[in-house]
C-alpha cells in the first residue's frame, strides 16, 4: 500500500516530509520514481500527465493536490469507479490574505521608497499617507474576496467591495452590478482583483476602469492575467493614473523575459505565489482520506463528476 | 489667538492642513516664523528648543504633539500655572501594528527574495516557509505589545508574548520574568522588541540572547537603538543564528552613513517610522483642547506633573 504523488515540474519535498511526519507508516512515492506501481492505491495529482493512472491498477482514491479537479476530469486515465476527492484548504483563502495585505502595506506605508533610500544609505522620514484617507476596494466578492475583504477590515482598513450579481447583506459595504463599478472605482485608492475569469471579466482591468479611479490609485491583481489588458497599465502608470501596480498572475505564466512589467520600476512581480497550498495543514486530509479509502469508509470533499467539483 | 507649532527639523505641514481642514477660522503659526508671540495662546510642541516658551506671554494651554512630554517636563520656561495635555493617539498603536505586519510578512513569505528575482526576470516559485510552523514573540507586552500582538493573533499568526513583570491573563500566553526568557526564545522565530528601554533593558538584544532562538530567526526592532548590540547583530547574521533583521531604531540617529547596518544584505532599515503620529486623527483632538483652553473648561488628557504622565 503506498501514496504516489503525480506533480511533475513541482519541488513536493514538503508534501513528502509532511505525509510521513504527521503518519510514519505511510509509504510515499513521487513520480516518476515509482518502484511498484501494483502497491500504489491512492494518488495525489498536480498537473500530472494524462493517462499515466493508468499504470495503477489498484487505485482506490484519486486526490487532486489543489481545489481544481478539471486536470483530472478530463483525463480518460482517472479510473470511473474510483472515487475522486479534492483538497478544501481554508490556509488557501489565509494565504491570499497575507499575499493582500501585505502589499496593501507596501503600497499604504511606501516601503518601496525605504528600500531605494536605504541602498543611498539616506535616512529620511516621509509623513503619510495616512490610511485614514485610505479605501481599499475588493473586486470580485466570492469566498475568496469576502475572506480578504473581512481581514483587512478586521485589522482596521476602510474596505468596500464590487461583485458582478448581488451579495448577501454583509459589516462590509458591496456594491453590485456593472452600473455600480464606476461608483465603486471612484472611492478606491487601493484596487484588489479577485474577480473569476468569465467572458463578462475578461479585459476588466482596463484603461475605462483606471480612469475610474482616483488619480496615483495603486492595482493588486491577484486573480488572472486575462482580467488585465497589459498596454493599459502601462499608459496608466505613464500619465499617474495609477502610482503602481502589484501583480501575481499573467496572460502567460512564466511572464516572458522580455516582458516590459519585469522591468517597469512601479511594477512589482511575483510569480504566482499569492495563494498556494500550504502542505503542512492539507496533507491533514490527505491522510485522513487514504485511511478512510484503505478502511472501505466514506470520504471527504468527494468531487461530483458531473458538477464537475 | 493663535496655535504655535514648535517642532524643529520636522516637516508640519500636514499638522498645519489638518488642524485648519477641521477649524478653518483657527489662526496657526509655525516656530520659528511667529509673528505674533503675544497673541500665542496654544503651544504644540516636540522637541521644542528648551526656554522658548518664555517667548509667549499668554499661554493658555501647552500640549506634546505625541504622548512623550519628557521634554516639556524638563523645560524650566514651560509655565507652571498653564495646564499641561499630551496626545493619546490610538492610530499610534495601529501604525506600530501596519509597520510589524508588513515585517512579519514580508519575513514569512519571503518576497525580498521576490524583489530580487524581478530585477533578473527570473520566475521561481518557492514553497513555503509555511506559517503553521512559524512562532511570532512580542518582547515587552504593555499597552502597544499587547495591541500589536493582539493584532497578529486575529490575522491567524501563533503569538505569544514576554515581559519583565507579570501581566494580567490573556488570550495569547505571556510568559514573565527573567528566567523565563529562555523558554521563551527558544519557541519564537520571529522576535519583535517593543521593550520599555531601561536599564534592565539596555543591550537585551544581544548574543546571548540571538542563542537561544531557533537557528534562523529573524529579528524586528521598533523599540529603540540600545537595546540592540550592534556587533552582537552582526555575528548572528555571519554564523546564520539569525536568517535576518529588520531595524527602525538605531543608538545614534539618523543611523551614521557608515554604519555596517545600511549595506548588509540582510538588514532591513527604516528611518524611526514604525509609529508616526497621524496629524488627520490627532488634530481633533488638539482643536477640541484648544476650543476648551479658550473656553475655561476642563481639558482632555492632562499631565499630572508629579507622576509625569
Known amino acids: 500500500m503506498s501514496i504516489a504523488i503525480i506533480c511533475p515540474n513541482r519541488d513536493v519535498s514538503d508534501w513528502v516530509v509532511g505525509l510521513q511526519r504527521l503518519d510514519p507508516a505511510l509509504q510515499v512515492e513521487v513520480w516518476p520514481d515509482i518502484r511498484h506501481p501494483e502497491q500504489v492505491e491512492f494518488a495525489l495529482c498536480w498537473n500530472h500527465p494524462s493517462g499515466v493512472l493508468r499504470r495503477f491498477p489498484n487505485l482506490r482514491c484519486v486526490s487532486s493536490l489543489g481545489a481544481g479537479v478539471a486536470h483530472l476530469l478530463e483525463d480518460p486515465s482517472c479510473p470511473p469507479g474510483v472515487p475522486l476527492v479534492r483538497l478544501v484548504d481554508d490556509a488557501l483563502k489565509q494565504s491570499m490574505a497575507e499575499y493582500v495585505m501585505h502589499g496593501v502595506l507596501d503600497c499604504s506605508r511606501g516601503f518601496a521608497r525605504y528600500r531605494h533610500q536605504q541602498m543611498r544609505a539616506e535616512w529620511t522620514v516621509h509623513q503619510g499617507p495616512w490610511n485614514a484617507e485610505l479605501n481599499i476596494g475588493v473586486m470580485g466578492y466570492g469566498e475568496l474576496g469576502r475572506y480578504v475583504a473581512k481581514k483587512l477590515a478586521d485589522f482596521g482598513f476602510t474596505v ?83 502610482s503602481g501596480a502589484l501583480l501575481d498572475v499573467f496572460s502567460e505564466e512564466p511572464l516572458p523575459g522580455n516582458h516590459p512589467f519585469w522591468s517597469h520600476s512601479r511594477i512589482t ?19 485522513e482520506n487514504y485511511h478512510r479509502a484503505m478502511a472501505g469508509q466514506q470520504l471527504r470533499n468527494v468531487v461530483d463528476r458531473d458538477r464537475g467539483y
Open 160 to 242: 468596500a467591495g464590487w461583485s458582478r450579481t448581488p451579495k448577501p447583506a454583509d459589516t462590509i459595504p458591496v456594491l453590485s452590478g456593472h452600473d455600480r463599478l464606476g461608483d465603486f472605482l471612484a472611492k478606491t485608492n487601493i484596487l484588489v482583483c479577485l474577480l473569476p475569469l468569465t467572458p463578462a471579466t475578461q479585459g476588466i482591468l482596463n484603461v475605462k476602469t483606471f480612469g475610474h479611479l482616483p488619480r496615483g490609485a495603486f492595482l493588486i491583481n491577484v486573480a488572472r492575467g486575462g482580467h488585465l489588458v497589459d498596454d493599459d497599465l502601462l499608459e496608466a502608470l505613464d500619465t499617474n493614473q495609477l
Open 269 to 287: 512581480i511575483t510569480p504566482h505565489i499569492a495563494s498556494l497550498t500550504n502542505p503542512f495543514s492539507a496533507v491533514r486530509q490527505v491522510v
